[in-house]
């Protein structure tokens, strides 16, 4: 077998580009592409691939790290969704209309953020009982995104693992071929028998 180039110090690599056979990363309405090309150039001058295979980790290392901001984001966006039935739901025993008022609230109407500021003061509330209701009401997907983020942490670890012990036996079978190459055993005679 074959070992690959020995790795080049850090000082003496460039980060990669993105090879055309890895296609341009999954980016959802909203997302932006240049965070992601920012991630994907820190994470590759950082690691800086010496093959194929570090290189398929390292897109793995980069594409599990935004899965998990991905699925973060997820999940504020998802209690600031709720916040509005869960402002109502809070509001209701304080106020008439209480809907009427989120509704507002939500659009961030001036007099009507004051109001529900007032009615959350007064009963010795705040912003985070609102969102604790919004939690409350979302409890079950929240606990499905945290599975599914401690799944990407995991599978981000793995594959850091994966480039660790590649380079490892790398490191190894360039140690093994040097000392070989150092030690070449002892000196043999014309014929070909040692003496």
């Not at 110090?9 to 980060?15: L, Y």
């Not at 980016?27 to 992601?36: I, P």
């Not at 090309?37 to 980790?57: G, H, K, T, Y």
């Not at 040097?178 to 005679?189: S, W």
């Amino acid at each position: 077998m074959n070992p690959s180039p020995a790795p080049a110090s850090t000082a003496d690599r460039t980060p990669v580009q993105r090879r055309n056979w890895a296609g341009e990363p999954t980016m959802l309405l909203g997302e932006d592409a240049d965070g992601y090309n920012e991630l994907f150039a820190q994470v590759s001058a950082r690691l800086i691939p010496n093959d194929v295979l570090e290189d398929m980790l390292m897109r793995d290392v980069v594409d599990l790290a935004w899965d998990v901001r991905r699925l973060r984001r997820m999940k504020a966006n998802l209690l600031r969704l709720r916040a509005r039935n869960a402002m109502s739901e809070v509001l209701a025993p304080l106020v008439s209309g209480a809907y009427a008022l989120a509704e507002k609230w939500s659009a961030r109407d001036a007099a009507a953020v004051g109001r529900v500021e007032a009615a959350l003061e007064s009963a010795g509330l705040s912003m985070d009982t609102v969102m604790a209701a919004a939690l409350r009401a979302e409890i079950d997907e929240f606990e499905r995104i945290d599975a599914m983020i401690a799944d990407a942490e995991n599978r981000r670890s793995t594959a850091l693992s994966e480039i660790e012990r590649h380079r490892a036996s790398f490191a190894q079978e360039l140690r093994d071929a040097t000392a070989a190459a150092a030690d070449p055993g002892p000196p043999q005679p014309p014929g070909g028998e040692a003496v």
